[in-house]
């Protein structure tokens, strides 16, 4: 099977990694800057979803909301299925409609990598029976909120004690925030949806992990998830899991068995 990815930062090149030691690629990286073709190792780079090979089977979109904006559709359209870590894009409803037209022209799929976060399992089948409230809050170390909306908002170099910086629905929080809020849109899309998911984002210069909460509660009861998670090594904005859920939702589409 052949796969490519949409970008080459930090989640990109870990997803780059963990293909070649599957021997699964990747063969097409589509990027946006840097040479084009194919290079020695066998890796061809485009800049154009209408570049991909025809008998690519897989794409990864490892490159954020306006990439995914950006090609989704046409490679959705084209028959490719494509797994994207960037579920925050999914906020904007005239995107949304254009990805699921896409993939229902092309007969194609988009996977919803779980991202940062657990328990969405759970949430999927407990909106099944009724969801009544659903809560995330995603606490970071200040540095974690560097180059987002917080900055104009905190102080994050002189913060001494944690501050809650947005407060609002999950729609609100993923449009705001598109490169840190895609947690609060993955919680939104297997639960309760944007508008009924509340989300409240707080920089703690008390922690040093990404720490991601869920509370709902439903006609099955209620539960409390909580992970604390790590940034990958080169880039404090990008979480560890989030790449591992991009690799995990590859493996569970080429799987006899998906677990």
């Not at 490719?80 to 990805?99: H, K, N, R, W, Y």
Request: charged share 20%; proline share 5%.
């Amino acid at each position: 099977m052949k796969t490519g990815i949409i970008g080459e930062g930090a989640i990109g090149r870990y997803v780059a990694d963990a293909l070649a030691s599957r021997g699964l690629g990747p063969h097409v990286i589509l990027t946006r800057s840097g040479p084009t073709g194919t290079a020695p190792g066998g890796v061809t780079r485009v800049r154009s979803a209408d570049d991909l090979p025809g008998d690519l089977a897989l794409m990864i979109d490892c490159a954020g909301h306006a990439a995914l904006a950006q090609h989704g559709p046409a490679i959705l359209s084209r028959g490719i299925d494509l797994v994207t870590v960037s579920l925050g894009a999914l906020a904007d409803p005239a995107l949304e409609t254009a990805l699921t037209e896409a993939a229902r022209r092309g007969r194609a799929q988009l996977h919803l990598a779980s991202g940062a976060i657990g328990a969405l399992d759970a949430l999927r089948a407990a909106r099944v029976g009724g969801l009544t409230e659903v809560t995330y809050t995603g606490r970071k170390p200040p540095k974690g909120w560097k180059g987002s909306p917080a900055e104009d908002r905190l102080d994050l170099d002189m913060l001494e004690t944690a501050a809650t910086h947005f407060e609002g629905t999950a729609r609100d929080a993923a449009t705001t925030y598109p490169k840190n809020a895609n947690v609060a849109a993955a919680v939104a899309l297997a639960g309760a949806g944007f508008e009924a998911t509340q989300v409240r984002l707080i920089a703690d210069p008390a922690v040093t992990a990404n720490i991601h909460e869920i509370h709902a509660t439903g006609a099955f009861g209620q539960f409390h998830f909580r992970i604390e998670g790590h940034a990958l090594p080169d880039n404090p904005r990008s979480s560890a899991l989030a790449a591992m859920s991009a690799v995990a939702a590859i493996e569970r589409h080429i799987a006899p068995v998906a677990t």
